[in-house]
């Protein structure tokens, strides 16, 4: 069960599938056999990286079932609750929680929650219809702005008064939003995690304050980002450093405009890894050019991220 208020590096992974858009489902059980092994402090599928909105619901299901069959316990499993009404979200996160899910990242229904100001009072109902429906642990989300509602000060007190809200994922990809959350989720009475999600300044954003990050980036260099952040909250902000400077300017390219294309790219650096056997994603999402392909590979190997 993930603890209030939720740390650590929690990874929200890829979806392996096959030249076909199919869903390449030996592949994700090695995947998941492997990110466990990473030492993580969660594992969210069901998420943007792993192509939520274009996956069924059946398929959204399997996936589930797939993945907490490999992990057998060895890493706490979150799903994204992904739902256009209260009622949809609060029956997934029901169906969820009985299907053996410890805890849920809640995306903003869209497009009501779109634009902005949102009320205080709509988003807190939305959290807590899903809280009283499973009663786990949930981690509200930031959005980089315009995609979603902004958590104010006044909605983040707000929200953190469901006892079953544990943490914010924070990826505004905004330093001065960033700021904000940590210092108003540090007054708390009751404390929440600050994850960090703003995967081009991973490294920057634990040392403002972040507790951890909830984060795609962490479904490649998985052990690499535990240690990382492991370094910043012990005091080994060096070390922390160090590992930063090897994997920021892969992040950093895979998150560029458009960050859409976050997806196939990292997908290339998971291929590249031999985690993956190919780098396809499922349409309309479009995959990389050659020359993308090359400049992944090339950055990697100038880190020296590949033998």
């Not at 999600?197 to 920057?204: K, M, N, P, Q, R």
Request: with cysteine; charged share 20%; hydrophobic share 45%.
């Amino acid at each position: 069960m993930l603890p209030r208020p939720c740390h650590g590096v929690i990874a929200a992974p890829f979806l392996p599938m096959h030249a076909d858009g199919q869903i390449d489902w030996s592949g994700l059980e090695r995947y998941m056999d492997w990110l466990a092994g990473q030492g993580p402090a969660g594992i969210a599928m069901n998420m943007d990286a792993s192509e939520v909105i274009a996956l069924s619901e059946d398929e959204q299901d399997q996936v589930i079932r797939v993945c907490l069959n490999v992990l057998g316990g060895r890493v706490p499993f979150l799903s994204g609750i992904v739902a256009g009404s209260t009622r949809a979200a609060a029956a997934k996160a029901e169906r969820y929680a009985r299907m053996g899910v410890q805890g849920f990242p809640v995306f903003p229904p869209f497009p009501t929650f779109s634009g902005a100001p949102v009320p205080s009072e709509m988003i807190y109902r939305y959290h807590k219809a899903i809280a009283d429906a499973a009663h786990l642990p949930i981690i509200c989300f930031q959005f980089p702005k315009g995609w979603g509602p902004d958590y104010s000060p006044d909605i983040l007190r707000r929200v953190a008064q469901i006892p079953e809200v544990v943490a914010i994922k924070e990826a505004s990809f905004d330093v001065a939003q960033t700021l904000s959350t940590i210092e108003v989720a540090a007054a708390l009475p009751q404390r929440i995690g600050v994850l960090t999600g703003s995967d081009t300044f991973i490294f920057e954003a634990m040392m403002m304050g972040c507790n951890g990050a909830l984060i795609g980036f962490a479904g490649s260099f998985t052990r690499e980002l535990v240690e990382m952040n492991a370094g910043v909250q012990g005091g080994d902000i060096a070390k922390a450093r160090a590992i930063w400077q090897q994997l920021g300017p892969i992040a950093r390219y895979c998150w560029r405009a458009p960050i859409r294309d976050f997806r196939p790219r990292m997908k290339e650096v998971l291929r590249l890894q031999g985690l993956f056997e190919c780098a396809a994603v499922r349409e309309p999402q479009l995959g990389i050019d050659d020359a993308e392909r090359e400049q992944i590979r090339r950055l990697m190997l100038d880190n020296g991220l590949l033998s």
